[in-house]
DNA sequence: AGAAGAATGGTACTTTAGTATGAGCCTCTA
DNA sequence: TAGAGGCTCATACTAAAGTACCATTCTTCT
């Protein structure tokens, strides 16, 4: 945010320097005034709508950032977050199995320390947790 | 999008009549015309922010409409919705039961009959189409 | 080399989930 | 008023999900 206003300064600064010029050109007696106005008008405009929208993005990219580090505290395996992930997206044990090429007993064991790690009851449970913490 | 476009072009030629009286006092001559310049720079980077914060907003407003009518189309009743939620929530059949001040079996009834209309096997492939519905 | 942890899998058992079917009750509408 | 649809509940099953314990293999780090 302190990035963006400095940006902001600096803009103003060189617009009002080249101002400066276009000053004695306006002595010459036209209408242009009104067209640089316009113009500095619409750029500032896209200026704004630009630095709205790279501030949305910024914010939704650090909760992405905080997903890592969770999922790291928790001390969820690689194995076991694909484990998650497969089961976010509706699959059964028997077919998660057959997605990563596993035992159905080896994605049981992997779910069961799932939902001890995550602190959950069921599957479901563990999805609305693991959303609650942008893990998903 | 029609509107505001129309609302920015009003705003353009009001800004544009307001210079012409400006105009004059130019003429009188003093550093007035950066200051100008410097207020409609300010005001357009806020109409662009403000424009595209309101456009993003009803963006997200729209898809929320969409809900109702899907859940409508796939003849979802109150009762079954709120049992989808309560299911996306985590909750087990049982607990669904107590939150709703019902016995266990009618629970199944209502779960067995979202899955048929959801078109799912499991209430976790539930979740998952229901969010990708934006009816959750 | 050896300990630690991750990944894999098996058996046996308990608990939930989900299906099928039938039935009673209520409300709204043709 | 009769039927349709929604809500409730029960029984009897089958199928998943989840737990507990144990064992093996494979990295990885010290």
Not at 10 to 28: C, E, P, R
Request: charged fraction near 20%; proline fraction near 0%; charge should be positive.
């Amino acid at each position: 945010m302190k990035k963006t206003i400095l940006v902001f300064a600096v803009l103003i600064l060189a617009i009002l320097a080249l101002l400066h010029f276009s000053k004695y050109a306006i002595l010459v007696g036209d209408s242009s005034v009104e067209w640089i106005i316009a113009v500095i008008a619409l750029l500032f405009f896209f200026i704004g709508i630009y630095i709205n929208k790279r501030s949305l993005k910024k914010s939704s990219e650090t909760s992405n950032e905080i997903n890592i580090k969770t999922i790291e505290k928790l001390e969820i395996s690689k194995r076991e977050y694909e484990v998650l992930k497969a089961i976010a997206s509706g699959l059964s044990n028997k077919e998660i199995a057959a997605q990563l090429f596993l035992s159905e007993s080896t994605i049981k064991t992997h779910v069961s320390s799932l939902l001890l790690k995550l602190n959950a009851k069921r599957r479901t449970q563990a999805i609305q947790i693991a959303k609650e913490m942008n893990i998903l």
